[in-house]
């Protein structure tokens, strides 16, 4: 169920609605018995995932939706392709699963360019490049999105809307994330001036004018960027996973009869943190897509709330049934990744033991991404006042949504 509050023009929605009917005798490929199409780019990732469940709902907004789904990697055996068999799913619903290597710039081409309908782009892919310096990894992910685009936006004659999701490096210089110079302006809004180092906005701001140069003689296409902060969420695949990370962490020392040691800084501990829930990110992609007065704007996004570590420490562990300790001095701190090496054995006598769905430690962790979430040494927390403004009431409880996916992956049978 779309849970936001939709305050803005009543007409928008419509007049969304009515486009793709409008555009279709522009040109053949449009599919009349869908309202709308999507690409869904990173479809196996955490904001992807949702995005696709969520447009497959009966009462997704615009709809019915026809998505593309697109991802690097097979989709893995625990993940069941196409639409979700619930109540809740719109028999008008076609989700076509497509496998694609953003990198390559021929295979994108080649998969995208004939899906000449495709009206909304949604893009939420992430490479972390791990072992690459910062900025090899702001350049591959840079091109990646430049094929994507370079492949729809001339073929697509319907195309209406691109959705970007980045995160907090427009505030954060990922090169010296400690130094930078807005630290003092938190809670960060968006009319703070950008810091000066490459990232996925440059080619929103900076290049997507060229995309458009051919596309002069249809309409015109709008795009709006989505920075949440930690997401809170599961996909079967993600860069950074951090719920489910912290999931099996658990669950390891549960088998090891460990307690639950926090590793992390006093600043996170103690301190005030946000987080983003995937399906609100979803829905705020979705609305700003649809809201006419969202056109051509970035937009943080998390849940509208704070949080303290310390808050969701002790609701972890009780899930696992194991004890905790919380922050104990600088010299009790400790990298998970570092603990968790050389763990694959254990974590495949636990997915035995508990009958579980059969997966590799590798798939449903990211040790290092929690690394850098437990370890933040300031406070990093955003305002959500712009999209209130434009009439986006959503909103999620953060200790709610932590507990609530970690209910999900128990009983999906991903951990136990």
Sequence with gaps: ????????????????????ERRAADTEAAAPAFANVALVVGSTGTVGAALVDMLQSSDAPAGPWKVYALCRRPLPHWCTPGPAASSTSSPNTVVVNLQVDLADAAAVAAALAPLADITHVFYAAWSPRRGSPDAVACETNRAMLCNVLSAVVPSCRALAHVCLQTGRDQFVDPFDPVMGTTSATRPYSEDLPRLEHPDLEDVILIELPGFFASRRDRGPVTWSVHRPATVFGFSSRS????????????AICRKEDAALSWPGSR????????A???ELVAEHALWAALELRCKNEAFNCTNGDVFKWKQLWPALAKHFAVEWS???????????????????????????????LETKLDDITTWWSVDAVLNADQEQVDTMNKSKELGFFGFRHTVRSFDTWITKLKASGIVP
Aim: aromatic content about 10%; proline content about 1%; hydrophobic content about 35%.
């Design 1 to 20: 169920m779309i849970r936001w509050c939709w305050t803005g023009e009543h007409g928008a929605v419509q007049e969304r609605r009515q486009e793709p």
């Design 326 to 356: 919380g922050y104990d001095g600088e010299d009790k701190r400790f990298k998970l990744e570092k603990a968790m090496a050389g763990k694959e054995a254990v974590w495949t006598e636990i997915v035995r033991e508990n009958g579980l």
């Design 276 to 278: 983003s829930d995937a």
């Design 239 to 250: 860069g950074r996973n951090v719920v489910s990370s912290l999931c099996v962490y658990a």
């Design 267 to 274: 600043v996170a501990w103690e301190g005030f943190s946000d």
